[in-house]
């Protein structure tokens, strides 16, 4: 089935094609200047969606109502990919409430944390129904700890294939914390889409993997383009990305606020200047100790604390629903950081160079605030 509907001769122009996972939706005349500044293609799915992502993470936080508010507004104003995830509560069921009678207008990514066949199958099913869709345009394996392959006896992306020609998935994504895992899914070239942590906090290593994406034709979504909430300023962040042409970020949205400031950026897309650079160069100096990724290479810890969660507690109480983070086991969590030995272990192991002791011990002050 073939579906094209002209809007306006100016305005927009979407295509559909779900026998052979073909989409295109342009948003616009552009006539502000450079396509690459307010739209991106994802590689070789050819998905052309608005350079501003939606990440749905934080409605997990808001009412129904405000949920639907934010997440409409979005879409009447030009934004078309929804990112969501099985782990994040009701956040698939708030887009599916909003968002159900213009399916066929927008893109959806979600993720399934299982690492069974089974659990793969019964996510699948959960999404479709709280999504209310008989597809998913992107289906992505969550942060797995390794990189599903054929024949590595999980059949994890053996359920994958099985999954796209029943057509309840369109491409086959992966997310992660894990450089080393995320360069085995690009150079593996099983995966459609790769979404990875990227901001302009980034290193040299992290820019390399993007390049690389856009020289294999794979899509590159952006998690935590805000960097968890260190980086405050939206359009230094924006700029920056837009410099890389392939790169999809996913704005974490929780206030209305600051969706109208994504959504001033498709009209009036920031552009790095001389300001911003100097700008970028000031925080990364500032900042770059502060941004735990969450990889895990610095786990197992001698004394069993849960360091890749405990040493990002300040965004995850800011960015993602608290009360677990609160409660008598996560309080219990936190206090394991009073018996650090300092043996050093964490902060040698971990490959962005981060003094991870003194980041727990920062965490757990910031955490008592909450308390």
């Not at 608005?50 to 808001?62: E, K």
């Not at 507690?313 to 008598?328: C, G, Q, T, V, Y």
Request: charged content about 25%.
């Amino acid at each position: 089935m073939v579906l094209s509907i002209d809007l306006e001769l100016t305005s927009s122009t979407i295509i559909v094609n779900k026998e052979n996972n073909y989409y295109c939706i342009y948003l616009g005349n552009n006539e502000k200047g450079d396509d690459n500044m307010v739209n991106v293609t994802l590689g070789r799915t050819k998905i052309t969606v608005n350079r501003n992502g939606f990440g749905a993470l934080p409605v997990q936080r808001v009412s129904d109502e405000e949920a639907i508010k934010l997440l409409r507004k979005a879409y009447d104003n030009g934004i078309n990919f929804f990112d969501t995830a099985r782990s994040y509560s009701d956040s698939e069921y708030k887009i599916g409430l909003a968002l159900s009678d213009v399916r066929e207008k927008i893109f959806i990514a979600t993720k399934t944390p299982s690492i069974t066949v089974e659990g793969f199958w019964s996510d699948l099913e959960k999404s479709l129904t709280l999504l209310k869709t008989d597809y998913i345009d992107i289906y992505q394996f969550h942060n797995p700890s390794f990189c599903p392959k054929p024949n590595d006896g999980t059949g994890l992306y053996e359920a994958m294939l099985e999954a796209k020609e029943q057509g309840k998935i369109r491409f086959i994504g992966i997310t992660n914390h894990r450089l080393a895992v995320a360069m085995e899914a690009v150079d593996s070239g099983l995966y459609d889409t790769l979404q990875f942590p990227f901001s302009y906090l980034a290193d040299k290593k992290e820019e390399d993997l993007v390049n690389l994406c856009k020289e294999k034709n794979i899509g590159y979504i952006c998690m935590k383009a805000l960097a968890g909430g260190l980086i405050t300023r939206s359009d230094v962040a924006y700029a920056y990305l837009s410099q890389f042409s392939n790169t999809l970020p996913i704005w974490g949205i929780q206030r209305e606020n600051e969706l109208d400031e994504f959504i001033s950026y498709i009209e009036n897309p920031p552009v790095m200047t001389a300001e911003i650079k100097e700008y970028i160069e000031k925080e990364r100096n500032e900042l770059v100790g502060e941004f735990c990724r969450g990889c895990g290479y610095c786990m197992p810890c001698p004394v069993g604390i849960e360091i890749n969660n405990c040493a990002r507690m300040s965004l995850l109480l800011r960015r993602s629903p608290a009360k677990d983070h609160l409660s008598e086991k996560g309080q219990a969590k936190m206090k394991k950081i009073e018996e650090c030995i300092e043996c050093g272990n964490c902060k040698a192991h971990c490959p962005y160079g981060l003094d991870t002791p003194n980041l727990l011990k920062r965490n757990y002050e910031d955490y008592k605030t909450f308390l």
